[in-house]
């Protein structure tokens, strides 16, 4: 009989097939990693602790340069108010607006429980990665600034308020004349056209959109005082969800449901009112609708986390038929790459609409000025963009309105997608 050969492989050469291996191993596990963190929603759980100390140090020093606040003098600022039109104010009373805001803050730092509000987390780093995903239902065709400003309800912003503080201070006469001049060619629809006669075309469409409402007042108030247009989704079934959305619509802002759905991790509660995957197809009909009459009227609905449920044909296809019935239109947060609704969508000739980036993945505030600017390159190449953020960042509304003439004198309109659809067309 003839003997086996052993192979013998000198020990060089295991070492380098050990080392392949682990490089291989070391690639797919860095790549699920990203994919990991490029569609998950942002969570109190992932920012609490740095943003806490953030906080802190933020009152420390609030509390030593507060003798110098008092000597601030006066200044001109603009102000843009919520029936549209463009204010020139007097700030002298910061100080007071000032200690408004950091009694507000103070407020505010009760935040909602994190089983309440937790978005996707499957063991990803604490500080997730920007988010920016370009909407492929948004066409890039020209939008033409016809938006009607909100009637009735909307309502003056007041002096005291106390994001005013932080709007572009007027030094010259030129930028408020070229302000009003963009708020006059937006509020009538006719294009801008620059003193050597050439006609300057609007770059695009912003859409701002507000997660997690219902959990306190405190944290909403802020951003019911923005000077533009908003969304505010709001959670079902907590304890101040139908006094939130009730005092978003005396705003002037836009309401919408921010529907619970179940997460690929089963661990995350996605809180009450929620879509889980044992629930029959006329089970998350009924529960939707009901959802919608807690609220009151809602111009569309989101998906508040989801990553599972959004992948589901026959669930997400019962969300999208009350979506048909009570003509309101769908946003998919976009917390799975692998999301179903534009095929769903497709079935029933619904228009579907995309999250194009994730503002507050982190506390930072250079992170969220990057992520705003992010969207305003996207809206001036796609046309539009969608960007969502939360309720309960607290230094998001002051970082819009810090950015808020910006936008205005580069000459993108902010607006809603109800009042937008005609323009920004669905998939």
Known sequence: MKKTKKINLPKNKILILLSIILVVFIGLLSTCILIQSRYSEPTIADIEPAFKTEQAAKKAQNTEQKPEKKTKKSQT????????????????????????????????????????????????????????????????????????????????????????????????????????????????????????????????????????????????????????????????????????????????????????????????????????????????????????????????????????????????????????AEQLYFLDSRTTPSSVAKKVAAQRDLPLWERTVFLDNTQNKKDIETAVKLGMELAAKNGSAIMIGHVWTNALPSILIDLYPEMIMQGFTISTISKSRSHVTGN
């Open 77 to 324: 600022r603009i102000l843009r108010s919520e029936n549209g039109k463009m204010e020139i104010t007097n700030s002298s009373g910061a100080v007071t607006a000032k200690s408004n805001k950091a009694a507000a803050d103070t407020l505010n730092s009760d935040n909602p429980s994190i089983d309440a509000v937790t978005a996707e987390v499957s063991g990803i780093a604490k500080q997730v990665p920007l988010t920016a995903i370009p909407a492929p239902i948004i066409q890039n065709e020209q939008i033409q600034a016809q938006e009607t400003v909100g009637t009735g309800a909307a309502q003056g912003l007041s002096a005291q308020n106390t994001v005013q503080d932080n709007l572009l201070d007027a030094e010259s006469g030129s930028l408020v004349a070229k302000a009003q001049q963009e708020e006059q060619n937006t509020s009538t629809g006719k294009s801008n056209v620059s003193p050597a006669g050439a006609v300057m075309q609007s770059t695009g469409t912003l859409i701002f959109v507000f997660d997690d409402a219902g959990h306190n007042m405190t944290q909403l108030q802020p951003f019911l005082e923005l000077p533009f247009p908003i969304t505010v989704a709001v959670l079902p079934g907590l304890d101040y969800s139908a006094q939130a959305a009730q005092k978003a619509r005396n705003s002037g802002k836009e309401v919408i449901l921010h529907q619970p759905m179940q997460a690929k991790n089963r661990s995350v509660d996605p809180g009450p009112c929620a879509i889980k995957p044992d629930m029959t197809a006329d089970e998350v009909y009924d529960l939707v609708r009901q959802n919608i009459a807690s609220l009151g009227p809602v111009s569309g609905i989101n998906n508040h986390e989801g990553s599972l449920i959004t992948e589901n044909e026959n669930l997400l296809g019962a969300v999208m038929d009350v979506c048909r």
